[in-house]
């Protein structure tokens, strides 16, 4: 069913997105269903089916597919919400479920109050295509991981320990101890692994060229000890306004690095964190909090307060020391950011204004 290409106004429209095709569900000014259609899930099809129409409100789900459609509703003309799922129960967890209601549902939340969505506003398209390239590296480097993994299990069934090593050093400290012919296959998998170390390392040029050159801002981060080139990049790409956030504390919320809240009456029970936002820059976080707090993290007010909190003890006590860190770690990178301030590992006038 085609609709016509009359320009009609003040309508909402949910969008229900899928890998090939797309559900569309249109209520009028009155909240009655107009039109109810599918198109095409590529940049062609969406823009000719939305062409005419004239500032709609198109509510739709985060998703794969979810940055360039915002991108280009938005140069049409149109008010876009891309709603966060974790604020859609309604789809979720309904007892009849079908791609046509999923459109329904998301037309008539959008229509009552997009706020009730909690719409996610995302990045830039260049920011995405830099941040891209963090993807990419991560991807390479898991894949080096398990090729390790696997030879090492190997060998094991062979009554052998390869050696220890880093990742990067793996295929060179076999080869000296001459194992490489320990088992068929084992000099494909070290191929593989020198083939995805130099990528990697290529890689790593081009992230250290990237903040160097377009983000400059990147520098002010690495000010501190545990953040590198990787890290930095990926919270200014994350972030990307940071006068978004009206206090630096915000940022660790933004990131899931708060613990949950179910309080009742006078009970005020211990929760995981949130774990919401980009889990990426969030694993990054965590692993410079595990290098803050380890041997050689070197001194400063952000690891004095880390192991406080290891000294309390208890059987989360590193789990939470680490968190915290990781928390205060994600406040005073907008702090250093925003105020483009040096960093002082110790003697900053307060913990709080340190990372506040």
């Known amino acids: 069913m085609r609709k016509a290409t009359t320009i009609r106004r003040q309508v909402t429209i949910g969008l229900d997105v899928s890998d090939r095709y797309s559900r569309v569900c249109v209520l009028d000014a009155h909240g009655r269903v107009e039109l109810e259609d599918r198109l095409r899930t590529t940049p062609g099809g969406v823009g000719e089916w939305f062409a005419g129409y004239a500032h709609a409100r198109v509510v739709l789900e985060v998703g794969p597919h979810s940055p360039w459609l915002s991108r280009l509703l938005k140069r049409q003309g149109h008010e876009v919400v891309v709603a966060n799922p974790r604020r859609v129960r309604l789809i979720a967890e309904a007892e009849r479920k079908s791609d046509r209601i999923d459109a329904e549902t998301l037309a008539r939340l959008g229509r009552a109050d997009p706020k009730l969505l909690r719409p996610i506003e995302h990045r830039g398209e260049a920011a995405q295509q830099d941040l891209a390239l963090l993807r990419v590296r991560e991807g390479l480097v898991r894949s080096r991981t398990k090729l390790i993994q696997c030879a090492r299990g190997l060998a094991k069934s062979f009554g052998a320990r390869l050696p220890a090593s880093s990742a990067p050093s793996f295929a060179k400290r076999v080869r000296e101890r001459d194992l490489e012919a320990l088992f068929p296959g084992l000099e494909a998998l070290l191929q593989q692994c020198d083939a995805l170390t130099a990528s990697i390392r290529q890689l790593d040029r081009e992230v250290e060229r990237l903040g160097r050159e377009r983000y400059p801002e990147t520098q002010l981060l690495r000010q501190v000890p545990s953040v590198g080139p990787i890290t930095s990049l990926a919270y200014v790409l994350t972030i990307e306004d940071p006068k978004r956030f009206v206090k630096s504390r915000s940022v660790g919320a933004y990131l899931g690095l708060t613990p949950r809240q179910r309080d009742s009456g006078q009970a005020r029970p211990e929760l995981a964190i949130t774990k919401r936002g980009d889990e990426f820059l969030r694993r990054l976080l965590i692993e410079a909090a595990h290098y803050t707090l380890g041997p050689f993290g070197p001194d400063s007010d952000l690891r004095r307060f880390g192991l406080r909190l290891l000294g309390q003890g208890g059987k989360r006590a590193k ?21 483009g301030e040096a960093y002082r590992a110790l003697g900053a006038p307060s913990a709080e204004m340190q990372a506040a």
């Open 319 to 339: 789990k939470r020391a680490v968190v915290a860190v990781a928390r205060k770690l994600a406040t005073l990178l907008h702090r250093l950011w925003i105020t």
